[in-house]
C-alpha cells in the first residue's frame, strides 16, 4: 500500500455541542475523559499512516497546544477560518498533499478498515472513494435519514447534506480515499467537498 497520509478535518464550531464547544472545538469533546481526537489520531496511527495533516479553525490553539509534540507520527497542521467550508480547506494544503490520501471528518468514528479501503479504492479506480454505512435497519444517527445513493456497482451517485432524498440508501461516515490529481486546485471561493 502507498499511503501514509491522513488528513483531518478539525475545523468546526460545533454548534450542535453547546455550551460544551463555547470554550472547546468539537473534536476535543472529551469521551470518557479523552479528547475525542485522541482516538481518531489512535486509529490512524494503528493502521501505519506516519503522517497526520489536521485543518484547523475553530479554537485552533487548544488542538495545536495538544499534539504539536506527539511522538512517532509526524503531525502538521493548516489554519483555516470558522467559516471555511470543508472543500476550501482541503484545496488550501494542496500543496502540502501527498499523491493519495485518506481525508476524515474530525467527528466521525468507525474503525479504519483500511486494506480493504484501499483495496476497493484500486478496484473501482475512481479518483475518490468514500466509506458508506449501509443503513437499511435504520440504526444510524438519524434514523433511516441516510444522505447518499449509492447505486448497485457501488457507485455514490447522489449526496444529500439535507437527507431529503427518499432514495438514499446510506449514510456516508466521512472517510475518504483521494487521489490528489483528482482536487482541482484552481477552484475559487468557499467550497464545500460534500457537494
Same mark, same amino acid.
Not at 475553530?58 to 506527539?70: E, H, V
Not at 479501503?117 to 475518490?128: D, F, T
Not at 447522489?158 to 483528482?182: C, H, M, P, S
Given at each position: ?9 478539525? /475545523?468546526? !464550531? ?7 464547544? *463555547?470554550?472547546?472545538?468539537?473534536? =476535543?469533546?472529551?469521551? @470518557? ?53 470543508? /472543500?476550501? !480547506? ?7 498533499? *501527498?499523491?493519495?490520501?485518506?481525508? =476524515?471528518?474530525?467527528? @466521525? ?87
Amino acid at each position: 500500500m502507498i499511503l501514509n497520509q491522513a488528513v483531518i478535518l478539525a /475545523g468546526g !464550531r460545533g454548534e450542535r455541542l453547546r455550551p460544551l464547544t *463555547d470554550w472547546i472545538p468539537k473534536p =476535543m469533546a472529551p469521551i @470518557n475523559g479523552i479528547p475525542f481526537l485522541d482516538y481518531l489520531i489512535h486509529s490512524i496511527v494503528h493502521t501505519g499512516i506516519e503522517n497526520i495533516l489536521i485543518l484547523l479553525g475553530y479554537k485552533a490553539d487548544s488542538i495545536i497546544d495538544r499534539y504539536k509534540y506527539m511522538r512517532n507520527i509526524i503531525i502538521e497542521f493548516s489554519y483555516g477560518t470558522e467559516q471555511d467550508q470543508t /472543500g476550501r !480547506r482541503v484545496l488550501n494544503v494542496y500543496d502540502q498533499l *501527498d499523491d493519495h490520501f485518506l481525508l =476524515m471528518y474530525g467527528d @466521525n468514528y468507525w474503525p479504519i478498515e483500511l486494506k480493504k479501503m484501499w483495496s476497493n479504492y484500486q478496484r473501482l479506480n475512481a479518483g475518490i472513494t468514500t466509506t458508506v454505512f449501509s443503513n437499511q435497519e435504520g440504526t444510524g444517527e438519524y434514523g433511516f435519514g441516510n444522505n447518499v445513493v449509492v447505486n448497485d456497482n457501488n457507485y455514490v451517485i447522489q449526496y444529500d447534506k439535507k437527507r431529503e432524498t427518499d432514495a438514499a440508501n446510506g449514510v456516508d461516515i466521512g472517510y475518504f480515499l483521494i487521489a490528489k490529481e483528482f482536487l482541482d486546485s484552481k477552484i475559487l471561493g468557499n467550497v464545500s467537498f460534500e457537494v
